[in-house]
Structures are given as C-alpha cells and as structure tokens.
C-alpha cells in the first residue's frame, strides 16, 4: 500500500525542523521536490539543503518535478484553484507511479504546515490510487512572524482571524475582532482600509537568510512596506510575506 507523508518544514530555516519531521523523512522511500520555475528555484534548493542536513537513509531516493501554474486569468475563481488542484494531483500520481508504483513511502516537504493555507491535504485526496496520509505538523508562518516581533498574537481574552489579502481587500476589516493575520496577499491588501488606529506587523522570507520584518503605525510605515516589498520582489522574482494588524482604541 502506499503512504503519503505531509512534512510541515517550517518557513526556512531548518533549525524549525521537529524531530518527528526528520524521523519521517528518514523513512520514506521517496521524497518528491516541486519546481515552480526559475524564479521560485531557491525554495526547491532549501528543500535540498534540508535533506542534505538530515537524510540518512541511504535508501531514500529524491526526485523532482514541475508543479503546475494555476490559471489567474480564471474568472471564477475557486474553478480555477480546483482545476490547478487536479493538475497538481496529476503531476503528483505520475511521478510516483514512475518512481516508485503503488507500494511504497512517499514524502512531500511541505512550507509551513499542511493544514494552514495549504492545499496538499485536499490535492492528496485527489490521488489515483488513494493513498494513506499522515500528517507531521510544522511551524507555520504565524509563528515565525511573531516570534520575529516577539508579539503575542492575542490580546488577553481576546480572539483574532486569520484570512486572505484577496478577501480583506473584497470585504474590509472583518466584524467583532481587532487582530487579523493576513496571508496569501498578493499585493498589499492593507492599503484598502483606513488606516486610522491600525498597527502592522509585517514579515517577508521569514526564517530564510535574507528575513525581512517592518512594524509600526500603518500610516507611517505603510508607504515604507510597498516599497520594501516591491523592491525584494523585483531582486527576487517572488516575495512569500505575511503580515498582523491591530486596530488600537
């Protein structure tokens, strides 16, 4: 029977790694890579590296493949991720069948953690034959961000939401919570709301070698942030950045 392992690797710095991640890398006998394009080519090099680190299985193999582009110009919008689902699951079924067949332990290092703004659960139930999946949890952007702040994310009692830029920017500040986590921005959805009584926390490659994290009045350092984002974006070719707001009295 085949088994798939979700390998939460944190954000980028391998010191996240738990000792059960490691565990379960060691044993699988097939650890996929995703290339997303020459742009985004250090993040398959930082699943390298970690394998590097702490691979010691000399059975193990490591192949790579092309991760699908999902379609932005898709008007409808949850169409467009659920067909790049089925491609992604597609891509994942072929190079394990010619890897390794249907009998075996497959692994995919997963950014963050599976279950936090992450679509491998959901494509692995897509795979044809149906495998079984484990799950090893990992540090999530969330808390690489405030333990860069070293912000408590909460205020004492208090709850907070976790959300898109896509859907802070269609619906503005959400009702009955003054923290909100952003993630999965591909602007700067911040720049949609009055800025008025707003603090942001805001952190870019978080836990890799060139970390960035700004904070302070939105109305100050907001300007502050497009610019530092465009510019990375620019030297880079992408940006993986999140970021907290918190509405004071």
Excluded at 134 to 147: E, F, K, N, R, Y
Excluded at 179 to 202: E, N, Y
Aim: net charge negative.
């Amino acid at each position: 029977m085949l088994t798939l392992s979700l390998i939460g690797i944190g954000c980028g710095d391998p010191g996240q790694l738990t000792r059960a991640a490691v565990q379960a890398i060691n044993a699988a006998d097939l650890i996929l890579i995703p290339r997303k394009g020459t742009a985004k080519s250090d993040l398959a090099d930082l699943r390298r590296t970690i394998c590097a680190d702490v691979l010691t299985n000399q059975t193990t193999r490591i192949a790579e493949f092309g991760l699908p582009v999902r379609d932005a110009g898709e008007a409808d919008y949850h169409k467009g991720v659920d067909d790049w689902h089925d491609a992604v699951a597609a891509a994942w079924s072929q190079t394990i069948a010619s890897q390794l067949g249907d009998d075996g332990k497959v692994a995919l290092l997963i950014w963050g953690d599976p279950s936090l703004y992450d679509s491998s659960l959901r494509i692995a139930r897509r795979l044809d034959p149906l495998p079984r999946i484990d799950v090893v949890p990992g540090i999530t952007s969330i808390q690489a961000l405030c333990a860069a702040h070293a912000l408590p994310l909460n205020d004492i009692g208090e709850p907070f939401l976790v959300t898109t830029g896509r859907r802070l920017r269609e619906g503005g500040w959400p009702q009955g919570v003054d923290t909100v986590v952003v993630m999965l921005d591909g602007g700067t959805a911040f720049q949609s709301l009055d800025p008025a009584r707003l603090h942001i926390w805001w952190g870019a490659y978080l836990g890799m070698p060139d970390q960035i994290v700004m904070s302070g009045v939105l109305t100050e350092i907001g300007p502050r942030i497009v610019a530092a984002r465009q510019d990375a974006r620019e030297r880079r070719g992408w940006i993986m950045d999140s970021y907290i707001l918190k509405r004071r009295p």
